[in-house]
């Protein structure tokens, strides 16, 4: 079992940045690929952006292309989201995620965390 707690979440004005934590316990981590997924109220589950165990590969959706940035610290048992040039349409319960598998798909990840809310607005 992997548990996991996000972290960083709450209001910001448009343009603005927030960083993202979300801390693992249980089963060693850095075997696990991690994921930040969002929710909008009424929409489905979005992909935000995935790393690989190793920290070397991460993955996008074009949405959040070159303004977020997926981090890992192994040692710290810690997955980051970095988010910059917040929109409002940013604005969602994101929730951070572990799989055996480095993939943008929900349906991949096994282990989730309680999610964290993110309000973009002015």
């Known amino acids: 079992q992997v548990q996991l707690v996000e972290s960083g979440g709450g209001l910001v004005q448009p343009g603005d940045s927030l960083r993202l934590s979300c801390a693992a316990s249980g089963r060693t981590f850095s075997r696990y690929a991690g994921g930040w997924f969002r929710q909008a109220p009424g929409k489905e589950r979005e992909f935000v952006a995935a790393?690989?165990?190793?920290?070397?590969?991460?993955r996008y959706p074009d949405s959040v292309k070159g303004r977020f940035t997926i981090s890992r610290d192994n040692a710290k048992n810690t997955v980051y989201l970095q988010m910059t040039s917040l929109k409002p349409e940013d604005t969602a319960v994101y929730y951070c995620?572990?799989?055996?598998?480095?993939?943008?798909?929900?349906?991949?990840?096994?282990?989730w965390g309680q999610g964290t809310q993110v309000t973009v607005s002015s």
């Open positions: 995620a572990a799989s055996d598998f480095f993939s943008s798909s929900a349906g991949a990840y096994e282990y």
């Open positions: 790393i690989s165990s190793t920290g070397i590969s991460t």
